[in-house]
Nanobody, 120 residues
Framework: QVQLVESGGGLVQAGGSLRLSCTAS????????MGWYRQAAGNQRELVAS???????TYSDSVKGRFTISRDNAQNTVDLQMNRLRPQDTAVYYC??????????????WGQGTQVTVSS
């Protein structure tokens, strides 16, 4: 079993910053990809940013230049530094990890989500 625990959401004014953190725990071999997704009310869940174990990152166009994703492979954590936040960044943010189990098989795991609200 794998658990992803997120923290760091909250309410911030437009132009402000927040930092989200996610820690994976449980019994597994490794984590190949860690990322953040978000889902605004009435919208589909979308990728915000992801990073593979080697460090290569991917960002959605809407957050490039404002958000930075980073991970600590030893601690199984992934952080999302969000700067210059906009009201349209308001959403529930979810951590997602592609976990390699001890059997060698890979599974997707999701965190419970953390609310980010940006006021104008």
């Amino acid at each position: 079993q794998v658990q992803l625990v997120e923290s760091g959401g909250g309410l911030v004014q437009a132009g402000g910053s927040l930092r989200l953190s996610c820690t994976a725990s449980g019994s597994f071999e490794s984590i190949s990809r860690m990322g953040w997704y978000r889902q605004a009310a009435g919208n589909q869940r979308e990728l915000v940013a992801s990073v593979i174990s080697g460090g290569t990152t991917t960002y959605s166009d809407s957050v490039k230049g404002r958000f930075t994703i980073s991970r600590d492979n030893a601690q199984n954590t992934v952080d999302l530094q969000m700067n210059r936040l906009r009201p349209q960044d308001t959403a529930v943010y979810y951590c997602r990890s592609t976990v390699v189990m001890n059997t060698g098989r890979q599974y997707l795991w999701w965190g419970q989500g953390t609310q980010v609200t940006v006021s104008s």
